[in-house]
């Protein structure tokens, strides 16, 4: 795990700016649904995990009492800092945060939000766990991560895993994204009783994320390929598109929002 905290350390101190300018990041549809699913209220108090550049942070922060903007990258939280100060948003608190062993007390958030950082955690059960600990009764989590084709079908497994090696080529400090099925069995796990659940597709320029992530020129050689001579289910879920020298392709994205239970679940009603 230290060596991966290491690799998402580096790589994402160095892409910081990029991040902070990412219109996937900072304009994609998934951060306005997010707000929406996870319907914030004025008094709460919201931890943001994995918050890069803060962009889901300083969206919520307008709509609750504080945020508190967790990373593992100073670089990611200095610039979050930094946003916030020129948009003038005072109640965004930048803290060093490890997804999978939380520095905060229990039940002390009504909100845990998560987008696009959960496939860099080697064990997203961990993280899934924590959320729970540190909500309070009643709670929400709400997610958004890339997912891949699974389930018990050998073929979508196989699709899953080309996707993922496409994924960590081009990022090595990704380790999995999941499927949806997967990430139902980790909310369940942990307790959440799961409320929303969509998924959106989000389209990509080839280009623009290689160089977000300053991928070497063998390695985008190498991305190009594995586009262009990818099995059909990978085609079916990638959709590939070649114009000259420009490509893009689609992610799919899930939104999942799941809630702590006021009481445990097995608890008798009076």
């Known amino acids: ?42 008094d709460w108090r919201v931890l943001d995990v994995a918050t890069g550049a803060g962009h889901t942070a300083l969206l919520f922060a307008p709509y609750v009492a504080q945020v508190v903007a967790g990373d593992v ?27 999978q062993a939380l520095p905060f007390a229990a039940d002390s958030f009504d909100l845990v939000t998560c987008r696009l950082g959960a496939h860099h955690f080697p064990q997203v ?23 891949v084709p699974g389930g018990r079908k050998k073929a979508a497994q196989a699709v899953g895993r080309y996707v993922n090696a496409f994924d960590k080529l081009r990022d090595p400090s990704h380790q999995q994204c999941l499927s949806l099925y997967a990430w139902r069995d980790q909310l369940h796990e942990a307790g959440f009783v799961l409320q929303h659940e969509e998924t959106l597709r989000e389209a990509l320029d080839f280009d623009s994320w290689t160089a977000r992530m300053q991928v070497p020129a063998e390695d985008v050689l190498r991305l190009r390929v594995m586009l262009a001579q990818a099995p059909a289910g990978v085609v079916d879920f990638l959709t590939p598109q070649f114009s000259g020298d420009r490509i893009t392709f689609f992610l799919t994205e899930a939104l999942l929002v799941g809630t702590k239970p006021a009481r445990p679940v097995d608890a008798p009603q009076r």
């Open 1 to 42: 795990m230290t060596e991966n905290l290491d690799q998402v350390q580096t790589q994402f101190g160095r892409t910081a700016a990029a991040y902070a300018t990412s219109q996937v990041h900072a304009k994609g549809a998934s951060l306005a649904r997010l707000l929406q699913a996870a319907a914030p209220q004025p």
């Open 73 to 99: 990258t100073f670089s990611m939280l200095r610039t979050t800092a930094e946003l916030a100060a020129a948009r003038g948003i005072g109640n965004v608190v930048p803290a060093g945060a490890d997804a």
């Open 125 to 147: 059960a961990a993280f899934v766990a924590e959320a729970a600990r540190v909500l309070r009764p009643g709670g929400v989590l709400a997610v958004v991560d890339n997912v």
